[in-house]
């Protein structure tokens, strides 16, 4: 009877739930049952290389209606995008891989559907060493601060 200690009392915890099982949906929603207060919020564009600033007439390209298109990439860059890859010897999804974007957009580019992005063009005018942009089209690309 000795090893039986009736003063001591051992208390049992769960442990605390980690902070990605509190910020699922449904832990969200029970808290929110509960009477529990909830701040929720969801970032913008996180992690893509979308523009920040959108035109004020979004809406009305959107339509695109006869007198109101997307300006899309002109058919000079296209080919020079097309002949500077296969001067590097590198296929599309290559140049791709390289500039970090889906072989779907450098197709677009070349075939001149894309919507023209400053990011986008910087990126593949460094790749393929020719400028894509500005008065100097189609000279080749030397990176700022190397002459």
């Given at each position: 009877?000795?090893?039986?200690?009736?003063?001591?009392?051992?208390?049992?915890?769960?442990?605390?739930?980690?902070?990605?099982?509190?910020?699922?949906?449904?832990?969200?929603?029970?808290?929110?049952?509960?009477?529990?207060?909830?701040?929720?919020?969801?970032?913008?564009?996180?992690?893509?290389?979308?523009?920040h600033?959108?035109?004020?007439?979004?809406?009305?390209?959107?339509?695109?209606?006869?007198?109101?298109?997307?300006?899309?990439?002109?058919?000079?860059?296209?080919?020079?995008i097309?002949?500077?890859?296969?001067?590097?010897?590198?296929?599309?999804?290559?140049?791709?891989?390289?500039?970090?974007?889906?072989?779907?957009?450098?197709?677009?580019?070349?075939?001149?559907?894309?919507?023209?992005?400053?990011?986008?063009?910087?990126?593949?005018e460094r790749?393929?060493?020719?400028?894509?942009?500005?008065?100097?089209?189609?000279?080749?690309?030397?990176?700022?601060?190397?002459?």
């Amino acid at each position: 009877m000795s090893e039986s200690d009736w003063d001591t009392v051992t208390v049992l915890r769960k442990k605390a739930p980690k902070a990605s099982t509190l910020k699922t949906e449904t832990a969200v929603n029970l808290a929110r049952r509960q009477g529990i207060p909830v701040e929720t919020s969801q970032k913008f564009n996180a992690g893509t290389n979308k523009q920040h600033a959108a035109p004020k007439n979004t809406a009305k390209l959107d339509r695109e209606t006869d007198e109101l298109k997307h300006r899309t990439v002109s058919h000079d860059v296209a080919k020079l995008i097309m002949q500077g890859r296969q001067s590097k010897g590198l296929s599309q999804k290559d140049l791709a891989t390289k500039i970090c974007e889906k072989p779907q957009i450098v197709n677009d580019y070349e075939a001149g559907r894309g919507i023209p992005n400053n990011l986008i063009l910087g990126k593949m005018e460094r790749v393929i060493g020719i400028k894509l942009r500005g008065k100097e089209i189609g000279t080749p690309f030397t990176p700022p601060g190397k002459k």
